[in-house]
């Protein structure tokens, strides 16, 4: 017999055999039990930690300190993303990472940025047309790539689209003028960089396709993912020890950079990262780094590197043909060190794809998102278990994704044991992947000044569910459920 919810707002009858519990507080009080705690940097390697030291010129406890504060800086981005909408035009930290700056186009909205913590800045263009004048350069670039140009990317701190030029900017210059874009709206800059995939490498453990080696990027349920330069689609591939291992079940390359490999069952995807110090660093989640965060990228040839990310959704004109969405850092990276993982604190952030330079006299290196891999091919990061089986797969294109495991009749919930602000009115969406033959559930609570009430539900007699619910501003949490059975959860949601 399935449960019964009871209607009154400060109760939540739970199913059979389980006591009903009440939560009662002040009216208008903000919710009971543990607030959201940003990630506080105590968690990252010693490896990590002096990485940063030697390549940001920070201490170990500032760089804890950084990890934090740039975690607050991505959620308060995320917010102002939403609450501006249309006159949203980018955000990036200040060099020294104290402030965060929001650019917009409407002056009016300048009062919500100052509301937020961020600093405003008054622009011409919203992120939307950089966007699409970037869009125009790759619809160009896809009939007729620029050989003497090495990429293309939006520049949210000057409020335009930034192309990269080799020996001279006039065949840049016609590039741009042959695309029919707003060429007021672009800057021609020289470089020297000069973009090459990073074959001969290994972000985490090394592995092999017929001749070639790669590396690891992330653990996803079922095996991992990497970049698509490595391998074909069919390609079959070993482990660092040689053993038989696994095959390329999908791969994009020119135009994106990702793959994704399934392993036999003799490997276990771990929620690690190989620090090649002798342990490992513990991958927590996903949560995208605003621009002028702190990020560190592992590899085998140069181990651990650290720079800043400087821009998001660069188009990179390899010798190899285009590829769109990566994000450009100045770290630096060298062959060996390719398909690797990148992290701001414990966040995944990608995969390395390629660049320039290297780690003597400085570089640029480009990674492939790793939330778009995710989306791509359904696949769910692995971030927490240790040994025990990865949880399912099924909840993508979720602004968040956590997971969990619970026995039978428990109750966890998301995120993180605590709740979450929506500022706006709007749609909250849920989506609850139990494991197979069990009956697990999933309620929407809202906070209503003393209790906690349910406001929508997933409740029948499948694994899996899904929740949709229109609300208005206030405090939410989501309540999972195990009704029959025990094992691993993922929970995808996306908030207003």
């Known amino acids: 017999m399935k449960r019964i919810l009871a209607g009154a707002a400060t109760a939540v009858l739970l199913p059979a055999g389980l006591a009903a519990i009440a939560i009662a507080g002040p009216a208008n009080a903000k919710p009971t039990g543990p607030a959201p705690v940003a990630p506080s940097g105590e968690a990252a390697s010693p490896e990590m930690l002096a990485a940063m030291q030697r390549d940001l010129g920070l201490a ?13 800086a991505s959620r308060t981005e995320l917010a102002l993303r939403k609450r ?10 200040t060099p020294d990472a104290k402030s965060l700056v929001v650019a917009v186009t409407d002056s009016a909205k300048a009062a919500e940025v100052t509301a937020a913590g961020a600093t405003p800045k008054l622009v011409n263009r919203s992120g939307r047309k950089l966007d699409a004048i970037k869009g125009g350069l ?23 689209v930034v192309v990269l030029a080799r020996g001279g900017t006039a065949a840049a210059g016609l590039f741009v003028k042959a695309s029919g874009v707003d060429a007021s709206a672009v800057r021609v800059v020289s470089t020297t960089e000069q973009p090459r995939l990073l074959y001969d490498v290994r972000g985490g453990d090394a592995y092999y396709i017929g001749g070639g080696r790669c590396s690891v990027g992330f653990s996803v349920n079922g095996g991992f993912v990497t970049a698509g330069h490595c391998g074909n689609t069919g390609a079959a591939t070993t482990g660092y020890n040689r053993a038989a291992q696994g095959t390329f079940q999908g791969s994009s390359f020119p135009g994106n950079d990702y793959a994704w490999v399934a392993v036999n069952s003799n490997w276990t995807p ?3 990262v190989n620090n090649y110090a002798g342990g490992n660093v513990t991958v927590a ?12 990228r592992s590899g085998s040839t140069t181990g651990w590197r650290c720079g800043t990310v400087q821009a998001y959704n660069q188009t990179v004109n390899y010798a190899e043909g285009s590829v769109s969405g990566l994000t450009r850092t100045n770290a630096c990276a060298e062959p060996g060190d390719s398909g690797g993982s990148w992290l701001s604190g414990q966040q995944a952030q990608g995969v390395t794809s390629g660049g320039s330079g290297n780690c003597t006299s400085g570089g640029t290196t480009y990674f492939q998102p790793v939330n778009e891999i995710l989306s791509a091919y359904g696949r769910t990061l692995v971030t927490s278990g240790g040994g025990n089986p990865p949880p399912p797969t099924g909840c993508t294109g979720y602004e968040f994704s956590v997971s969990g495991s619970l026995s039978s009749g428990g109750n966890a919930y998301q995120p ?8 706006l009115s709007g749609t909250h969406r849920g989506c609850l992947d139990g494991p197979t033959s069990t009956d697990f559930d999933l309620y929407l609570q809202k906070w209503n000044g003393s209790g906690w009430s349910v406001v929508a539900q997933g409740a029948t007699a499948a694994a899996d569910e899904t929740v949709q619910y229109s609300g208005t501003a206030g405090y939410y949490r989501w309540r999972v459920h195990a009704y029959s059975g025990s094992g691993s ?5 996306s908030n207003p």
Not at 84 to 93: D, E, N, P, R, V
Not at 489 to 493: A, C, D, E, F
């Open 60 to 72: 170990p406890a500032a760089a804890r300190a950084r990890i934090a504060s740039d975690d607050a």
């Open 84 to 93: 501006l909408g249309s006159t949203f035009a980018g955000a990036w930290l």
């Open 138 to 160: 790759d619809a160009a670039a896809a009939k007729a790539p620029p050989a003497s140009v090495s990429g293309w990317y939006v520049d949210v701190k000057s409020n335009t």
């Open 270 to 272: 771990q929620p690690w």
């Open 285 to 296: 989640g996903s949560t995208v780094a605003t621009i002028g965060s702190a990020i560190c």
């Open 416 to 423: 993180n044991g605590s709740y979450y602000y929506s500022s």
């Open 489 to 493: 959860y993922t929970l995808g949601y």
